[in-house]
Structures are given as C-alpha cells and as structure tokens.
C-alpha cells in the first residue's frame, strides 16, 4: 500500500486540533501515512508548528508546500474566504485536497474547484467531519432502514458563546465570517442528509452584529412532507441536540454535533428501542482523514460519504440564506 504523504496549510486553531489527529493516524502502522510538512504565512510560526507537532519539514509560505513534490494531500485550514484561491494553488501543483467547511464563500467558487480537480484527475472534499462519525452514521442507518418511518421534521441546534474580537475571522466579513457559514453549514448539512439537498421553501432569521456579519441565525427549509429547523450562534451555550422525528418514532442526538454522548431511537409511543454511545476513537478528525486516506487509494476523486453534489447543493441553500440575512462578502 502507497504511503500517503499529508501536509496542512496554515497553522491556526484548527489546524493545531487535525495535526493532532493526522499524528495519531500516523502512529497505527496500517494506515500508512505521514504528516510530512505544514506552511504557514510566517517561516516562524511554522517552524514553531512543525516543532510541537513532530512534523519533519517547515515552510514559510504556502506555494512552498505545493511544490513539494513528495506531497500527495494537503488539508487547507484557512479561513472561509481564502479557501478558493488555496485550492487552487493545491490542486494546480498537483495536491489532492481536504478542505475545510465551509468549502469556499458561494456555490460558483466551489463549481470552479471541483471542476479544475476533475480536470486534474484529483480527490477534493470538504471537510464535513460530522459526516464521517460513527454516531452519525449510525443515526443515518436506523433513518435510513426506516425505524422512525416517514420523517416529519429535524431540528438541529449548534452555539456556542464567543466573546466579540474584530480581530476574529469568525467577525470579520472579509474573510467569510458570520453564523451561518462558520456554524450553520453543520445543521444544515444534517437536515440535507436525511431529507434532500433541495428544499422547496428556505426562510433565514438572523441578527447582524457590529461588522455586518450575523451572529446568529434560524433557518427553516420546508421540504414537500417535512421540516427542517436550525439554529446556531456565536451569542449562547446551548444543548446542540439533534431530533429526527418521524411518524413512527424518533432519533435523538445528544450533544450531537461532538457525537460523544449518547444517541437513542424510541419508538412512536416514547419507548426506548435502542441506544448508543459511540465515542470518537482519537479526537473526531481521524475519521475523515481515513476517508480521505481510502478514496485516494482507491483512486476516488470524491467520497460517496461527501459528495460533490451534496457539497454544491448545500452551498447554494447557504447562499440563499446569506442574501436572506443581507450577508454580501463581495
Ligand atoms: N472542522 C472543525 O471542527 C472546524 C473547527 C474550527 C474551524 N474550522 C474551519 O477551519 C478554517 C480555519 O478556522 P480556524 O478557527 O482554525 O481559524 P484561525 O484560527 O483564524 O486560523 C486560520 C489560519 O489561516 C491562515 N490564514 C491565511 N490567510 C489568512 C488571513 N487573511 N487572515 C487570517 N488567517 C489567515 C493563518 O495561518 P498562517 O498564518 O499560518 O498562514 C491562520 O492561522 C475555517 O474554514 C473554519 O470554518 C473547522
């Protein structure tokens, strides 16, 4: 088996919590991968990266890392605006590519991206972790062996306090800030999984803070026969369940979005039919980096997991809503 060579772009917070997991991936012999090199804007910061993470070679900018030739995948952490033009510099010198949610800031970018990677004949896939866990793979098997029958409505919840800080990409509209791109994209993409990537009616409610971005948001998207519901911010803690109601009995995620706690079907009359708690191995990445991993060797240019389809649907439904709430990054 081909040992695959990984390296990270950008060294930022969520960079630090995938490096992690790549290492821990790196430690099952099986898996045959490394995570070779990371880059970053500064020579220092990524050389102070590298150190802490136990990563064999440094840049000091990110067109250094793409033209390493002994790397196969690069996983872009940067933040939401940045994505469409380091993709490309990724998938132009050759890179299979994870990228991370949101994929890109609207539909047409993510388009030019998947485009360009089948012309290349490479993997591309949005980082949609959520999708790759166990507990939400198990609450899509029971949906989809129909053990809560016809589904009726999902309502799913993701906040979270962060304090205000203009210097916060999370705030700041020029580099894709905002509720709905940072937190939605995750409810969002769990009511798609379970009733379709094209609702018939989507409504967007949200409040826009100080730097014009919104803070928090609720979106219904009214499909023929169901309902789906969001809501997420920046402004509260929050219980980030997830329900699945049917008209034979419901799914209930607790803390669903961090899947560690326990995920039950009951049945129509309140019963509990099943329940489990299917803890993360590592720290929740390692299942997406095995999937990246799998399709590559394979020879996959995207996961069945993630589709390109669904990726494309979700960021337009995003779009929708961003010009609902008056959100312009451009
Ligand atoms: N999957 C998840 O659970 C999860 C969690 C959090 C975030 N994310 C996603 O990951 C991405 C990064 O989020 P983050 O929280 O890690 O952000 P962050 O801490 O702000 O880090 C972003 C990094 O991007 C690089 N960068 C390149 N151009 C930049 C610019 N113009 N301004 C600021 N930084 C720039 C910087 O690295 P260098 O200076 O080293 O180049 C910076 O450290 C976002 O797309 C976000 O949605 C995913």
Known sequence: ????????????????????????????????????AVASRSADKAEDFAKRHGVKRAYGSY????????????????????????????????KH????????????????????????????????????QPAFKKAKEWAESGKVGRIKMIKADFSNVVPFDENDRLF??????????????YPITFVCTFLGTRPEEIHTYSHIGKTKVDFDNSIILKYKDAYGITFCGF?????????????????VMGNWFHCTAETTLYDDMGNVLDKQVLPFKFNGYEYEIEEVNKCIRE??????????????????IMETCLNQADVKFK
Do not use: Q
Not at 68 to 76: N, S
Not at 172 to 180: R, V
Not at 304 to 312: G, N, Q, R
């Open 299 to 316: 020879e996959k240019l995207e996961s069945d997991i993630i589709t390109h389809s669904d990726t494309f649907d979700i960021m337009k």
């Open 97 to 132: 590519v994870l990228c991370e949610k949101s994929v890109t800031i609207n539909a047409g970018e993510f388009k030019e991206l998947i485009d360009l990677a089948k012309e290349k004949r490479l993997f591309f896939m949005e980082a949609m972790w959520m999708k790759c």
């Open 1 to 36: 088996m081909k040992k695959l060579n990984w390296g990270i772009l950008a060294t930022g917070k969520i960079a630090e919590t995938v490096a992690k997991s790549m290492k821990y991936m790196e430690s099952i012999k099986e898996n045959n991968m490394e995570l070779l």
């Open 172 to 185: 700041i509209k020029n580099l894709g800030g905002g509720a709905i791109l940072d937190l939605g994209v």
């Open 235 to 251: 402004d509260f803690e929050n219980e980030n369940k997830a329900i699945i109601v049917g008209d034979k009995g419901r799914i």
């Open 63 to 94: 067109e250094e890392l793409v033209s390493d030739p002994d790397i196969d995948v690069v996983y872009i952490a940067t933040p939401m605006s940045c994505h469409y033009e380091n993709a490309k510099l990724c998938l132009n010198a050759g």
